[in-house]
């Protein structure tokens, strides 16, 4: 697989190693170019000990995943480079097959002040409310009202079902404050064991518990900027008085220490979960939660919002198109139909995973209900396959029409005289059928 493919599978991280089994770089990308300060073509086939010098092997968490034969998920860790301090979070994997560890993969992602990849924009954030795709009025009503609290210094707790976009507000919201070019920090709560969740918020003090060190927090390394606490409903309830503790004194105390350490950061956080019900349960405490809740902003499930598939439907057929070298030109309206009927309970994550899945199973033309996931198609009622089975051979037709129009152009070399007569049909037919195909 090729460098650019290796990231798209891991969209959000900053570097990929893989050593063997001795410590020889196998592969190494740094996507970021700037998390380790490494050149690509001196890495491979050179010791990872020669690249880190300042790391023993017990400081390696690809060793430690691989010492222990199970991956080491969501491991903080700090170190200097050139005397650039870096904060990074690390998953690292053993790769093991019939005749034990042959190696290991860390995949690492840079928390503190996190660069831009794919915008100029100076904000540490990747996206802004113009990245937002919606045409449903209400939505858009609401992020103007939101574009002004951005420039606020309030906490924000944002309330969306999972799916709908929760994070890609909180990237426009810092996008737009006056911290935009500070830190912009996420943590996703959900994705942290409880047992370890203290220490990644709040850091360590060196002796406090075996084999622990002095190691910043999340809110440390978002001093001065945002921190996003994605699905914040999933913190335990036992530690959620330290952190409102945090967002009152604006102050922390790493694990193990008696130094309060002041910070200055804002926080956005985010809910799948009816957060009031929770406190209402005891689940969650009161006090925390009207913290939080300075402001909120409801993101519509993707059911309410049914103006908004079919623009998100060509904005996916696009982004695959050129992710799997694909030509779709359209979709058929019996497609479309099914798509709008569907409840899309995993919303507009789940509508992408459904575009994308559709066109690894099309040729070049228009999406059919042969392109779609079995599970969507069995939520169809039979009554509704029956109708739309008449359309189905028309579908047919005209996908098989395209190809045939577009083979006849090549092999016309895209002389359209020649194509008319080599198809038998008048020049104008041919135009028109062009431009119903959208065949450029």
Request: net charge neutral.
């Amino acid at each position: 697989m090729s460098s650019n493919g290796l990231k798209e599978l891991f969209y959000d991280s900053d570097l990929i190693l893989i050593i063997d089994k001795n410590g020889k770089v196998m592969y190494y990308d740094d996507y970021d170019d700037n998390l380790n300060m490494l050149k690509k073509e001196n890495v491979v086939g050179r010791s990872i000990f020669e690249l880190y010098p300042f790391f023993k092997r017990e400081d390696f968490t690809v060793f430690r995943a691989m010492d222990r034969k199970e991956p080491i998920l969501n491991e903080y860790q700090t170190f200097t480079v050139d005397g650039n301090k870096k904060n990074c979070l690390n998953n690292a994997f053993p790769l093991i097959n019939e005749t034990g560890v042959i190696g290991g993969i860390v995949i690492s992602v840079e928390l503190s002040s996190k660069a831009v990849k794919r915008k100029t924009r100076k904000s540490t954030s990747r996206y802004d409310f113009e990245d937002i795709i919606t045409e449903n009025q209400e939505f858009k009503k609401s992020m103007e009202i939101l574009k002004k609290v951005s420039k606020s210094e309030s906490n924000v707790l944002i309330i969306g079902e999972t799916g709908t976009g929760k994070e890609l507000i909180a990237h426009s919201i810092h996008s737009n404050s006056s911290r935009r070019n500070k830190p912009f920090i996420i943590q996703n709560c959900a994705a942290i064991p409880s047992s370890i969740m203290e220490s990644i918020l709040f850091g360590t003090a060196k002796g406090s518990f075996t084999g622990s060190m002095d190691k910043e927090g999340l809110f440390e390394s978002a001093n001065g900027g945002t921190i996003f606490l994605d699905e914040i409903n999933s913190v335990p309830y036992d530690l959620q008085s330290k952190l409102l503790r945090t967002l009152e004194n604006k102050n922390i105390m790493r694990i193990g220490e008696n130094i309060e350490r002041e910070i200055d950061i804002r926080i956005i956080a985010s809910t799948n979960e009816d957060l009031a019900r929770k406190v209402d349960k005891g689940e969650f405490r009161a006090d925390l939660y009207y913290r939080l809740n300075v402001i909120s902003f409801n993101i519509p499930p993707l059911k309410e919002r049914k103006e908004d598939i079919k623009v998100l439907v060509d904005y996916y057929i696009n982004q695959y198109n050129s992710i799997l070298n694909k030509n779709i030109t359209g979709i058929s309206k019996d497609v479309m139909q099914i798509l709008n009927d569907y409840e899309w309970k995993g919303n507009i994550r789940e509508l992408k995973n459904v575009i994308e899945y559709a066109l690894n199973f099309s040729e070049d033309g228009i999406l059919n209900m042969d392109s779609l996931p079995q599970y969507l198609m069995k939520s169809i009622s039979s009554e509704k396959k029956e109708r739309l089975a008449g359309g189905s051979l028309t579908t047919m037709v005209d996908n098989y029409e395209c190809k045939l129009i577009k083979d006849a152009l090549e092999s016309c070399k895209y002389n359209i005289l020649k194509t008319a007569e080599f198809l038998n049909i008048p020049r104008q037919t041919l135009y028109y059928k062009l431009k119903k195909y959208n065949i450029e």
